[in-house]
Structure formats: structure tokens, C-alpha cells
């Protein structure tokens, strides 16, 4: 089954800092990935995905990704970071090798903290 | 467009119990998938319904079941309910199976 790691299950940053966040599946082949957000009090949005095409994908509120077939890592960034970003972020693929057939599936999150 | 919504939010029940959960997707979506988020499991795939029907199912006991009707709306139950069902249970919706999924705020549900 597809499996998803995420690196770093806690982050801590000042603002303006530069953000990057691991994201590495287990099984290639066809997949679609995604970033999702969960803002505190609020529910899962999506900040970027990637079908294909150009794996370079721009996201909302300035975040961006890049898919590497090569290294099964679809890793998320943001130039410079506000004290708006602190949230739970996770990478989910779906796709492998029962195709749609489980879902999503998620990485355990990284819990994002910018400090003022 | 109006986004995904569950109801109830919230719920408490008792070991043994049964309950139902209910998912409304966004109009015109066909789709609706359901996830259990707990601290030690994180997001975990229930199943799919399309067009009615089960499509695809997650590694869960029987006792996790659920159905959709022909307006798309959705409901899960789980009978038998364990202290390990306390969980943050979510729906999403997407257009087509499989496909890009959007997340409604879940229902949180608690048992003693």
C-alpha cells in the first residue's frame, strides 16, 4: 500500500523566515499529490496539487511545491513566512498500486508554528 | 458555492452504542469520501461512495459502514461503538471518484 512520510512533525520559525517541509511517498507509478491545510478551529483546505505538468506548483498564500519522480518527494515551500501560517500542514497522495482505490492517503502532519 | 458540511458536529456516545453521521457534498459533486483523524493514526480512508455505491473501502472493521443516497448526501455509521472510535470523523467531496477532494469541518465523536 501507498505510504506517506512527512520529515518533520514539528516546526518552529520566526516570521519572514524561509519554509521548507518533506514530503516523500513510498510507492510511484501514476500518483496526485496535495498539500493540505488545517488552520486551529478550522477544517482541511487544499493548498496546492500536482496532476501533471510542470512539477513546479503554486499554491494559495504564496506556498509552492515541487514534484521529484526521481526522489518520490513532493516538497512544500514559502519564501517567507507570516504568524497567519501557523497550522497543521499534510502531504496526501493518491494513487499506487491499487490506483484510487485507498483514498488519500496522508502523511501524519506537520504542526507549523511562526513566532512574531 | 456552498462548501462540504457534517452534521452533527459534535456527538458523545456510549461504548456500545451505534451511531450515524451525515455529509452533505458540494452541489454537483458525486463523490464523497469519509476519514477518521486520531492523534496516534492521524487521517485514515473509511470509503468512497459514487453513484450510490461503494467503491472503495479503507482497513476498517465491518462495523464502520455507510451509504449514499441519489442526491449525493451521505451518511456512516458505526455500530458497536468502541472507546477507540473517539476520533474526528471527516467527509470529502470530489466530482468524479478519486478525484480532487474537498473537506467538510467533520464531526467530533466521543466515547465513554
Known amino acids: 500500500a501507498q505510504s506517506v512520510s512527512q520529515h518533520n512533525h514539528h516546526v518552529i520559525l520566526s516570521e519572514a523566515a524561509s519554509l521548507e517541509l518533506g514530503c516523500n511517498y513510498s510507492?510511484?507509478?501514476?500518483?496526485?499529490l496535495f498539500w493540505y491545510v488545517q488552520y486551529p478551529g478550522q477544517h482541511l483546505q487544499l493548498l496546492l496539487k500536482?496532476?501533471?505538468?510542470?512539477?513546479l506548483v503554486k499554491g494559495i498564500k504564496g506556498f509552492e511545491a515541487e514534484f521529484i519522480k526521481s526522489k518520490f518527494s513532493f516538497n512544500l515551500r514559502k519564501p517567507s513566512v507570516q504568524w497567519s501560517d501557523t497550522a497543521e500542514y499534510f502531504c496526501?497522495?493518491?494513487?499506487?498500486?491499487?490506483?484510487?482505490?485507498?483514498?488519500?492517503?496522508f502523511g501524519k502532519g506537520t504542526h507549523l508554528i511562526i513566532q512574531p | 458555492k456552498a462548501g462540504v458540511t457534517q452534521t452533527p458536529r459534535y456527538l458523545i456516545k456510549t461504548r456500545g452504542q451505534q451511531v450515524t453521521l451525515s455529509c452533505s457534498p458540494i452541489?454537483?459533486?458525486?463523490?464523497v469520501s469519509w476519514y477518521q483523524q486520531t492523534p496516534g493514526q492521524g487521517l485514515q480512508f473509511l470509503f468512497e461512495?459514487?453513484?450510490?455505491?461503494?467503491?472503495n473501502k479503507g482497513n476498517f472493521p465491518g462495523r464502520f459502514s455507510g451509504r449514499q443516497f441519489s442526491n449525493s448526501r451521505s451518511e456512516m455509521n458505526v455500530s458497536t461503538l468502541e472507546l477507540g472510535d473517539s476520533a474526528l470523523y471527516l467527509c470529502?467531496?470530489?466530482?468524479?471518484?478519486?478525484?480532487?477532494?474537498?473537506f467538510g469541518p467533520g464531526t467530533r465523536l466521543t466515547v465513554l
Open positions: 461512495y459514487f453513484s450510490e455505491t461503494q467503491r
Open positions: 510507492y510511484g507509478g501514476t500518483v496526485n
Open positions: 496526501a497522495v493518491i494513487g499506487g498500486p491499487g490506483g484510487g482505490a485507498d483514498g488519500l492517503t
Open positions: 452541489s454537483g459533486h458525486r463523490s
Open positions: 470529502a467531496s470530489s466530482f468524479g471518484l478519486a478525484g480532487l477532494q474537498f
Open positions: 500536482y496532476f501533471s505538468g510542470d512539477p
